[in-house]
Structure formats: structure tokens, C-alpha cells
T-cell receptor
Framework: AQTVTQSQPEMSVQEAETVTLSCTYD???????LFWYKQPPSRQMILVIR??????QNATENRFSVNFQKAAKSFSLKISDSQLGDAAMYFC??????????????FGKGTKLTVNP | EAQVTQNPRYLITVTGKKLTVTCSQN?????MSWYRQDPGLGLRQIYY???????DKGDVPEGYKVSRKEKRNFPLILESPSPNQTSLYFC?????????????FGPGTRLTVL
């Protein structure tokens, strides 16, 4: 079964500090894409960062970066210099091309991040 | 402005009363999808569509129908809603896999079935 596991239901961090959210996944596909989405209290799903599985270099977007370990099927998100506006639910997801040519996006259950002033 | 729109944003209904949640995108995306979000379960795919007149089941399709008669629209239909369909629903769209694009999400529809 294709699954995404976020082992930390909740995390907290002090403002300006660094936090890492973990994500592991299980897929037999060799070509896929990985994402982190942020869901603030407004409920809007906002793309934070994405990583192509064929790329060895870890993706970075400003204060957000990932540690992608393909062999270990691990895709953690690091938030540096945490800000109050980073407080949200974070979802890890991957996107694969299934047999028959369709695509599928599989989500983890989420990690709720609290940022303390 | 590129966006995915959903209507209504909030809906309270009663068991068995047919309803439709509309979804529209203005980005000429081929792929559209519906998800439901429940506490502790993350997002789960209900149905998806690769293009006009092409739809297929996701992980939790029971109790739902969809149609894709136009490229921009992908309505979700609940023929006979039940309380276990109380959830937050998201529509999403993207270009097909093969591009580095990602899925764009609508603002969500909060549905309560009494």
C-alpha cells in the first residue's frame, strides 16, 4: 500500500528557532514528486515546497528546506527562523503516476505546528 | 488571477437531501480532483478526472458522484448525503504529471449533514 507517515501529530517551536517535521513514505514507484503543504486556520492549502524524486539536491524555498533521503524514503521539512505566521497544520504528500496513466496524490495525516512567542 | 473556486463554502443539510458542490478552475488544467479532510486522517482522494469525460475513483468514492463535461468544471454530487459525509471538502487541479507543476487547491467547503 502507498502510504505517507507523519510521526509527529504536534510540534512546537520558539519564535526565531528552527524546527524539523518528519515524513516517511512507502511507494514502489521510481518516479514521483514530494510536497509539503501548509494549512493555516483559514483552511486554505498552501504549497510550501516540492521535490522531484530524481533530483539529489534538496529543495530550498527561503526559510524552508527539505532533507530528502530517497533510499530511506524520508522527506523532512526544516523551518528556520520560525515566525508566528508559520503556525499551521503541515501535510506531507507525494504524487505518483499509477498504472493506467492516472496520477494520485497521497497525503500524510498532518503535523500541527505551534510557534511560541 | 489563477484560482480554483468552490461553492458553497459552508453548507448544512439533512440526511438524504441531494446536493452538489461546484468546482471551477481557470488555469486550463487537465487534472481535477476531490478530497475530503477529516481530523486525524489527513486528506483522502474521493474522485479524480484526467480530462473531459474521463473520471475515476479515488480512495473513498462511496456515496459520491462526479462529472466532467467541461474542462474547467468538476462538480461533486452527493445523491443521498449521510452524517458520515460531514467533512471539509477540497477541490484541486493541475496539469498532468510530467510537469513540475503542483496541485492548486480551492478554499474548501465545510459540509455538515444532520
Amino acid at each position: 500500500a502507498q502510504t505517507v507517515t507523519q510521526s509527529q501529530p504536534e510540534m512546537s517551536v520558539q519564535e526565531a528557532e528552527t524546527v524539523t517535521l518528519s515524513c516517511t513514505y512507502d511507494t514502489s514507484e521510481s518516479d514521483y514528486y514530494l510536497f509539503w503543504y501548509k494549512q493555516p486556520p483559514s483552511r486554505q492549502m498552501i504549497l510550501v515546497i516540492r521535490q522531484e524524486a530524481y533530483k539529489q539536491q534538496n529543495a530550498t524555498e527561503n526559510r524552508f528546506s527539505v532533507n530528502f533521503q530517497k533510499a530511506a524514503k524520508s522527506f523532512s521539512l526544516k523551518i528556520s527562523d520560525s515566525q508566528l505566521g508559520d503556525a499551521a497544520m503541515y501535510f506531507c504528500a507525494y504524487r505518483i503516476l499509477t498504472q493506467g496513466g492516472s496520477e494520485k496524490l497521497v497525503f500524510g495525516k498532518g503535523t500541527k505546528l505551534t510557534v511560541n512567542p | 488571477e489563477a484560482q480554483v473556486t468552490q461553492n458553497p463554502r459552508y453548507l448544512i443539510t439533512v440526511t438524504g437531501k441531494k446536493l452538489t458542490v461546484t468546482c471551477s478552475q481557470n488555469m486550463n488544467h487537465e487534472y481535477m480532483s476531490w478530497y475530503r479532510q477529516d481530523p486525524g486522517l489527513g486528506l483522502r482522494q474521493i474522485y479524480y478526472s484526467m480530462n473531459v469525460e474521463v473520471t475515476d475513483k479515488g480512495d473513498v468514492p462511496e456515496g459520491y458522484k462526479v462529472s466532467r463535461k467541461e474542462k474547467r468544471n468538476f462538480p461533486l454530487i452527493l445523491e443521498s448525503p449521510s452524517p458520515n459525509q460531514t467533512s471539509l471538502y477540497f477541490c484541486a487541479s493541475s496539469f498532468l504529471l510530467g510537469s513540475t507543476d503542483t496541485q492548486y487547491f480551492g478554499p474548501g467547503t465545510r459540509l455538515t449533514v444532520l
